[in-house]
């Protein structure tokens, strides 16, 4: 059966965590994730696209999708651009009516409630990485974490 996993972590990131990164991709890997999502919206998601990336290449089967919270015309404006970077691109349904202020946390707990692995890099006690976090441990999915 087909497993998914996504990533959260600060916008900035504090330190070199590429390697560290890479594997825990390659560890969701072996718990049979084939599908990746991630927001792509800030250096985490960067580095944690270029993980699923890099991986691609030791495994051709597993696919990396562009969870946008709201749909905007710079998917289409940009085409080129997220099609080089990811698989898909979507904007799931559920989020078609959700206020725009809103979105963002809407985005993120689908992402977490269509995955059953959880990859995150977060050390500080708030902001929306954080936030998601613990909402992924409310949810009880398998967590991998990047210190």
Same mark, same amino acid.
């Given at each position: *059966?087909?497993?998914?996993?996504?990533?959260?972590?600060?916008?900035? $990131?504090?330190?070199?965590?590429?390697? +560290?990164?890479?594997?825990? $991709?390659?560890?969701?890997? &072996? +718990? &049979?994730?084939?599908?990746?999502?991630?927001?792509? *919206?800030? #250096?985490?998601?960067?580095?944690?696209?270029?993980?699923?990336?890099? #991986? +691609?290449?030791?495994?051709?089967?597993?696919?990396?999708?562009?969870?946008?919270?709201?749909? /905007?015309?710079? %998917?289409?404006? &940009?085409?080129?651009?997220?099609?080089?970077?990811?698989?898909? %691109?979507? $904007?799931?349904?559920?989020? #078609?009516?959700?206020?725009?202020? /809103?979105?963002?946390? #809407?985005? &993120?707990?689908? *992402? %977490?409630?269509?995955?059953? $692995?959880?990859?995150?890099?977060?050390?500080?006690?708030?902001?929306?990485?954080?936030?998601?976090?613990?909402?992924?441990?409310? +949810?009880?999915?398998?967590?991998?974490?990047?210190?």
């Amino acid at each position: *059966m087909k497993k998914s996993c996504c990533g959260f972590g600060h916008r900035e $990131v504090l330190g070199n965590i590429e390697e +560290q990164l890479y594997f825990a $991709v390659k560890n969701a890997v &072996n +718990q &049979n994730c084939e599908l990746f999502y991630t927001g792509a *919206m800030g #250096a985490f998601d960067s580095l944690f696209s270029s993980a699923v990336r890099r #991986a +691609q290449k030791v495994y051709p089967n597993i696919k990396l999708i562009c969870v946008k919270p709201y749909f /905007s015309n710079d %998917i289409n404006t &940009n085409r080129d651009y997220y099609s080089a970077l990811f698989d898909d %691109i979507i $904007v799931p349904d559920e989020l #078609a009516f959700v206020y725009y202020k /809103s979105s963002i946390k #809407a985005r &993120n707990r689908w *992402m %977490i409630d269509n995955s059953d $692995v959880v990859i995150f890099y977060t050390v500080r006690n708030f902001g929306g990485a954080y936030e998601a976090k613990k909402y992924a441990l409310k +949810q009880c999915k398998s967590i991998i974490e990047i210190k």
